[in-house]
């Protein structure tokens, strides 16, 4: 079976994201759940309860109600969701990744419609995948939705977690028919300690990111204050040539796109299913990568976001393997991609070299 590549809008890259400006106040969430899904929907309840968020369980026939009431609606379950869960939840999923979700076990997909109110769908080919879809979305793309610097879910790093990567880029000559090797980086992410902002304490998260172009030294350094959910007080990026101070940004600041739906899909390897194929690539499902002398396994993600309601596709898109006892987001390889004249090409691949996590 081949997937449809929906792709990427927005960059997404450990810590260094550009993400929310800051908002008064949190927004009010109602969490849609049949009774299936129930457990779900009150673990994530305690998540919010932890950060003291606003929010109402309600049963799949309020959906038109909370529509009204709620500024971010979080829907439980897939297309064949019990009790009529199923029937709102498919609006929100595109076609080829529901049937992906219904014929493939060890699956979830995370979905994310910004209009004028914020839809978001937490989906499993079972009730057990659907409850391993909220820790991946928590720790990693509530960046990404108005729920970003409110709720957060508990940091899988300390004060001594680190992550080299090794970042290589690509460059496609569209006229020439080219691909060639561009330049190498390195991205070191790290905790420089705990320090206290008004009674609170929180870790300094930093990332470096450097590169030599024609013998000179390009770096981006970015400062991120997190309390221990994950949530940001503070980020800052600075961009440097050799050692003098380029430019500035407050990189808490982001504007969402209106219309688009984010989509990322986990496909774990199961008995003979070990491959996925998109157009003419084979991708493992699940990878065994080497970090030094231990083999860490790692499962597919696919992220990418095409327009709504017309399901149009955009063209970038990400290929992720992640393991959660990876600090900062568990990502070990990450692969971006564009699609020119229907052929997938490599932007970048970033792969894990070290880390060391918790404890």
Request: aromatic share 12%; net charge neutral; glycine share 6%.
């Amino acid at each position: 079976m081949k997937l449809n590549i929906v792709p990427l809008l927005i960059l997404l890259l450990l810590p260094t994201v550009t993400v929310y400006s800051a908002e008064e106040r949190a927004p009010k969430v109602a969490l849609l759940s049949n009774q299936a899904d129930m457990k779900t929907a009150q673990f994530i309840g305690q998540l919010f309860n932890q950060s003291n968020v606003e929010y109402t369980i309600l049963p799949p026939d309020s959906f038109e109600d909370a529509l009204r009431q709620y500024e971010v609606l979080i829907l439980l379950g897939g297309p064949r969701a019990y009790d009529g869960m199923g029937n709102i939840t498919s609006n929100y999923i595109p076609p080829k990744n529901a049937t992906t979700l219904i014929n493939e076990p060890r699956t979830f997909i995370v979905s994310i419609y910004e209009g004028n109110r914020e839809i978001i769908v937490l989906a499993g080919h079972t009730r057990v995948e659907t409850f391993e879809a909220v820790p991946y979305f928590f720790k990693d793309l509530i960046r990404v939705t108005k729920l970003w610097r409110w709720v957060g879910y508990p940091v899988d790093f300390d004060e001594n977690s680190s992550a080299i990567y090794y970042v290589q880029e690509y460059f496609y000559n569209k006229e020439k028919g080219e691909f060639k090797k561009g330049k190498i980086r390195n991205v070191v992410t790290q905790v420089n300690g705990v320090v206290s902002v008004n009674g609170t304490d929180l870790y300094n998260v930093t990332t470096t990111d450097s590169y030599i172009y024609l013998g000179v030294n390009y770096t981006t350094f970015t400062e991120l204050l997190l309390d221990d959910l994950g949530r940001p007080y503070s980020c800052e990026m600075k961009r440097f040539v050799e050692d003098r101070l380029n430019s500035t940004v407050n990189c808490l600041e982001y504007r969402r796109a209106q219309g688009y739906v984010f989509v990322a899909i986990r496909m774990e390897a199961t008995n003979d299913r070990v491959y996925w194929k998109i157009e003419n690539r084979r991708l493992r499902r699940t990878l065994i990568y080497p970090i030094g002398t231990r083999n860490i396994k790692a499962d597919m993600v696919l992220r990418y976001l095409f327009k709504y309601p017309s399901w149009e596709l955009q063209d970038e898109f990400d290929i992720r393997y992640i393991n959660p006892t990876i600090p900062f987001g568990g990502l070990v390889m990450r692969i971006h991609n564009i699609i020119i004249d229907g052929d997938i090409i490599t932007k970048e691949k970033m792969e894990l070299v070290s880390f060391r996590g918790k404890g």
